[in-house]
Every structure is written in C-alpha cells, then in structure tokens.
C-alpha cells in the first residue's frame, strides 16, 4: 500500500503539483550555455576559428576567404538576375511588337471583308464575333469553323490545358550585402583586424589560442564588448578603448592616428540559438509534458 504522501499518491484523478512538475506541466526556462553562443573568435559564415579575420562597418567577423567567396557568389547571382531580366524585357518587347502586328493585320482583314461583302459585325470594343453577324459566301465556312473549334477544345480546368502565369522578374539590386548584417556591403569597407595573442601560457596548442588586450593585458571573452580601430585593425577591450583612445585619439599599440568614428563595436554570440544582443534565455510552454507523449508544446506568452 502506498504511502501517504503527495509524491507517491498516485491513485488520485488528478496530477498533483509534483506530477505536474515532473511531466514538465507550465511555463520552462533555460538559459543557453556556451556551446550555444558562437564565440567572439569564430567566423560568422563558417562558425570555425577564423583565419585572415576581416570585419565590416558594424562588427561583423569573418573569415578573408569566407568573405571573399561570399561576395563572389553574390556578384554572380546578381549577374544571373540581371541576364534575367533583360531576357524578360526583350521578349516583352517583341511581344508588343507581335501583338501591333497582329492588331494592324487585323485591321487590314476587317478593312478587306468589308470591302469584298463578308462584313463581319462586331458588338464590343474587343472584336468578338458574332455568330450570326457574318454575311456573304464566307459565312458558312466561318461558322462550320467556330463550330469545329469549340468541339475540339481542351478542357480548361484540366492541368495539362491551364495556362502558364508568366514569372515576372523584378529589378534586381546591384549591391552587396553582408550575409550577417543584411546591410549593403562593399570589399572596399571591409577592413583586416589583428588580435593579440598571449604568449604567457605554453601549454596550449596552437588549436587553442588565448587572446588579450594589448592595454590591459586581459584575456578576451564573450562577456567582454571588443572594440577593433579600422583604421589598423588592431582590438582592444571597451574599456581601453573608450578611457585611453577615444581622449588621446591614437592607437595604444602602433601610434596611429584615430578618431571616433574608427571605433567599430565587434558583434558577438548569434549565429546560433540566440541572436546578436538578444536575450539568452529560451522559454517554452508546455501543456501536457513532453514526457507524456500527449504534450503540446507552444512558445510562450510573451510579456
């Protein structure tokens, strides 16, 4: 016989708090852990450490040959889209030029039955025959024609017989742009960034570099904000960089002059789970538990 106790009475017709709890019943948060989180030293396109890093404008890291090829299949794809769309502005061009054609021969056959006696009647603007509107010695021939015509004709609602809608084909863009950020981006802007390794520990491989500060001699993480100089590339820590370089308007490193707008922010973490700046915290609402097999799991309400 069981115990008394709210985790062992199970005989009861309804889940108790621990059962609940346990079947995973309500609102579940879990924050993401570091293997979620793509790490500062990572490229953005192939998530490995990257090599020759570059960075654009707005902090985005990426690989030099991972920029390259992307920009390369960009400028290919746009080439694509352009031969597109001139090809679709030539045949809407000859089309016109068919349908003038057509509307003048049209015209130059109507003006001819007129004057030979098979004078067609037409009861619109858009030409359509009249069944009974033709006189003279075409007329029966006409008419056993259309007759023909309607006999023979597909089914329309059958696929085969459907006609095709045209694919238009938009202008295309002939910019750039980066495969993070979204925003137009040029090979010109982007800029090679240098960190500084820590020489200190010999014991880890190469595999497994280990960055500083080169001002404060700090090892570099995701949960330090990185600020590159664009004007030489080299990084340092937000705290550096805005109490010595933002006053004294020279790179702490090698002596080069910066100015404020050569500060560029390095965005972090994304790529993964979480985006860049969003809350790393995932939540789910579950109905049922997912243990149970009968759970119905939906995002949660946000607040």
Same mark, same amino acid.
């Given at each position: ?59 985005? &890291? ?31 061009? !000859?089309?016109? !030029?068919?349908?003038?054609?057509? !509307? ?5 056959? $109507? ?54 809608a045209p694919v238009k084909v938009d202008t295309p863009s002939n910019s750039t742009v980066c495969p993070e950020g979204k925003e137009k981006l040029k090979l010109k802007t982007l800029f090679p960034i240098y960190f500084t390794e820590d020489e200190s520990e010999q014991k880890k491989s190469n595999l497994d570099k280990t960055y ?5 001699? &700090? ?9 590159? &100089? ?13 109490? %010595? ?35 790393? !915290?995932?939540?789910? %609402? ?14 949660? $309400?946000?607040?």
């Amino acid at each position: 016989m069981p115990q008394r106790h709210s985790k062992n009475n199970n005989d009861l017709a309804f889940f108790t708090y621990d059962e609940k709890r346990k079947l995973g019943y309500g609102t579940q948060k879990e924050r993401l852990g570091k293997d979620s989180i793509k790490p500062f030293d990572a490229c953005c396109l192939c998530l490995k450490p990257f090599i020759d890093p570059m960075s654009c404008q707005k902090g985005h &890291v990426f690989c030099k040959e991972c920029i390259l090829e992307c920009l390369l299949a960009q400028k290919k794809d746009i080439q694509r889209k352009l031969a597109a769309h001139a090809a679709q502005q030539k045949q809407e061009k !000859e089309e016109e !030029e068919e349908r003038l054609i057509l !509307e003048k021969a049209r015209e130059l056959d $109507a003006f001819d039955q007129q004057n030979h006696g098979a004078l067609p009647q037409y009861n619109d603007k858009n030409h359509s025959r009249d069944k009974n509107g033709f006189h003279g010695a075409n007329s029966v021939k006409v008419t056993s024609f259309e007759e023909e015509a309607l006999r023979t004709m597909k089914a329309f609602w059958l696929p085969s017989a459907t006609p095709e809608a045209p694919v238009k084909v938009d202008t295309p863009s002939n910019s750039t742009v980066c495969p993070e950020g979204k925003e137009k981006l040029k090979l010109k802007t982007l800029f090679p960034i240098y960190f500084t390794e820590d020489e200190s520990e010999q014991k880890k491989s190469n595999l497994d570099k280990t960055y500083i500060c080169p001002s404060c001699k &700090v090892t570099l993480t995701n949960t330090l904000s990185l600020v590159a &100089v664009s004007s030489c590339g080299h990084v340092f820590c937000k705290k550096c960089a805005d109490r %010595f370089m933002a006053v004294d308007k020279v790179c702490l490193v090698c002596d080069k002059p910066c100015r404020e707008r050569n500060l560029v922010t390095l965005e972090k973490g994304g790529t993964g789970f979480a985006g860049h700046g969003d809350h790393l !915290e995932a939540t789910d %609402f579950k109905h049922l538990g997912s243990g149970s097999g009968l759970g119905l799991v939906r995002p949660a $309400a946000k607040t």
